[in-house]
């Protein structure tokens, strides 16, 4: 049930956290819970956030371009407008969420990572917001939940990465309405069902309408696997990563006790959780896209192989002595791709 008073116009409406968290709870997730604001909420804790505000109401483009390709259509419509919910801890803002008045509430959201997996996320982009004539600025992975109806996980995940590139790189900035359209599954104006999900070569054909031609990878080995992915995660590139029946994307990477683990941007869960490489089993890591954005022509491995050539030309390496790379590392030089 949305609330009565959705998204009528108001002087900024103030949460203090913890202890107004059940209030927020109880107006954007009524009826059934919501595990990616649980996840959101989560996060504030991990932060200490102590104030949210809310701004309402807020033209969302995201949502707008949803409700009238498909809401707007229906026999009964929910409201065309959303609420913006902007967290700040002793007066330093952390991120927003733009909560939408559907079946899954959690749209466009920027927050920081926590802590412990701030310093792993290496495809940060900055939002800026200008909240009553204010402006806040935050450096946060593009978050939006599928709204299963309009927009499946797939959906989800081109969009992400497809925002990214557009904050992080200038590209174009594509609504989730434009992200179906690309996928080549647009809403027929009598549409009465949710949206399937896409193919591997419809997630493929639409990266590459939205200008971000992709680089497929199978998994097959996890050692050659493993430098792959690192290679472009290092160079702030994102990851399509495909498993039965899901799309998430890869965001970043880190080691613990020694053990290389991935941070994964899950529509179903939030924007930030720990993943590891999995080659077999239900949630098998079926097929990897890097789309690449204009520009940028060559695969990682093929840069990796000019870039030794070069790295030992500038180390004095002659074809009289051809020193390894490894002997080159091991007295003053550290190597990364």
Not at 144 to 162: E, K, L, N, P, T
Request: aromatic fraction near 12%; proline fraction near 8%.
């Amino acid at each position: 049930m949305i609330a009565s008073d959705w998204a009528q116009a108001s002087a900024p409406q103030e949460y203090l956290l913890p202890a107004d968290r059940n209030d927020l709870v109880g107006r954007y997730t009524p009826d059934r819970p919501s595990l990616q604001f649980a996840t959101l909420l989560d996060y504030l804790d991990e932060y200490e956030a102590d104030r949210v505000y809310v701004e309402s109401p807020y033209v969302d483009f995201d949502y707008r371009a949803e409700y009238s390709h498909l809401y707007a259509r229906g026999f009964n419509p929910p409201p065309d407008k959303c609420e913006r919910l902007l967290f700040f801890k002793e007066g330093e803002f952390l991120g927003f969420c733009v909560v939408r008045p559907t079946y899954k509430p959690v749209g466009r959201t920027a927050v920081r990572p926590p802590a412990s997996l701030e310093p792993y996320v290496t495809c940060k982009a900055p939002h800026v917001v200008r909240p009553y004539g204010l402006r806040f600025e935050v450096d946060a992975w593009p978050f939006v939940s599928q709204d299963g109806v309009y927009g499946r996980c797939a959906h989800a995940a081109i969009w992400a990465i497809s925002r990214y590139h557009h904050l992080q790189h200038g590209g174009p900035k594509h609504s989730l309405a434009g992200i179906v359209q690309a996928a080549g599954t647009p809403v027929a104006t009598d549409k009465t069902s949710r949206s399937a999900g896409l193919y591997l070569h419809e997630v493929a054909d639409a990266f590459s309408r939205l200008g971000l031609p992709t680089i497929p990878y199978q998994p097959n080995n996890t050692l050659d696997l493993e430098a792959t992915l690192c290679r472009y995660l290092n160079s702030g590139l994102p990851i399509a990563l495909m498993t039965p029946g899901h799309l998430t994307a890869l965001i970043g990477y880190g080691y613990e006790n020694g053990e290389l683990f991935f941070v994964q941007s899950d529509d179903n869960y939030g924007a930030y959780q720990r993943d590891t490489i999995r080659l077999s089993g239900k949630d098998a890591w079926t097929m990897l896209l890097v789309p690449m954005p204009a520009r940028i022509l060559v695969p990682g491995a093929a840069a990796e192989i000019k870039a030794r050539l070069v790295f030992a030309e500038q180390a004095g390496a002659t074809e009289a002595t051809e020193p390894t790379l490894d002997a080159l590392t091991a007295e003053k030089f550290q190597y990364r791709t």
